[in-house]
């Protein structure tokens, strides 16, 4: 009797907490571009990873904006939304995405984040939006109330991004 009130002693504040959500933040660090990446919510069921440049931000699956591109997931939860990329020039643009970084460093085990820094160069029309829908996980364990994932946005020209345009980074080696 003694033992299993002391199991449930011990046990009791593991099942009845509740998870705490945790702040993730997408922060962007631009080196030779000056387009700014914004979130949005996804609308419908778009597939992941699904990218298109398009004429009006109309035309691709967005819902509303992820105001100041935060939001809050507890773990165990996985959330999908869209990256969006408007090009307000009269040219072309190409760009690719440094593998993101997590802060406080401390904090990095326990998310999977399936993005867009994967080996590709992505392109832009002239005053058309890129989108791409990505997703974010949290699993089950993970420590902390606030974690910061950032990507450099790199600029390139159009041959450099030629030589890295196919689907290859999906590819597992």
């Avoid at 699956?61 to 990256?83: D, H, M, N, Q, Y």
């Avoid at 190409?94 to 590709?120: D, E, Q, R, V, W």
């Avoid at 109330?145 to 991004?161: N, P, Q, S």
Wanted: contains cysteine; hydrophobic residues 45%; negative net charge.
């Amino acid at each position: 009797m003694f033992r299993t009130l002391l199991y449930l002693v011990l046990l009791f504040p593991l099942v009845g907490a509740a998870a705490e959500p945790v702040r993730i933040n997408i922060a962007w660090e631009y080196v030779d571009f000056t387009q700014p990446m914004k979130l949005y919510e996804v609308k419908g069921r778009p597939r992941l990873w699904q990218m298109e440049s398009v004429k009006s931000l109309a035309d691709a699956p967005v819902g509303a904006p992820i105001t100041e591109s935060s939001f809050l997931i507890e773990p165990g939860e996985e959330k999908r939304f869209v990256l969006v990329l408007h090009n307000d020039s009269d040219e072309t643009k190409y760009f690719f995405a440094a593998p993101h970084t997590a802060a406080p460093s401390a904090y990095a085990l326990g998310f999977m984040f399936k993005c867009l820094c994967i080996n590709k160069a992505y392109t832009v029309g002239p005053r058309e939006t890129w989108y791409r829908v990505v997703k974010f996980k949290l699993f089950d364990g993970f420590v902390g109330k606030e974690l910061t994932l950032t990507h450099g946005v790199i600029g390139i020209d159009e041959e450099r991004a030629r030589a890295f345009a196919n689907e290859e980074g999906f590819r597992e080696f």
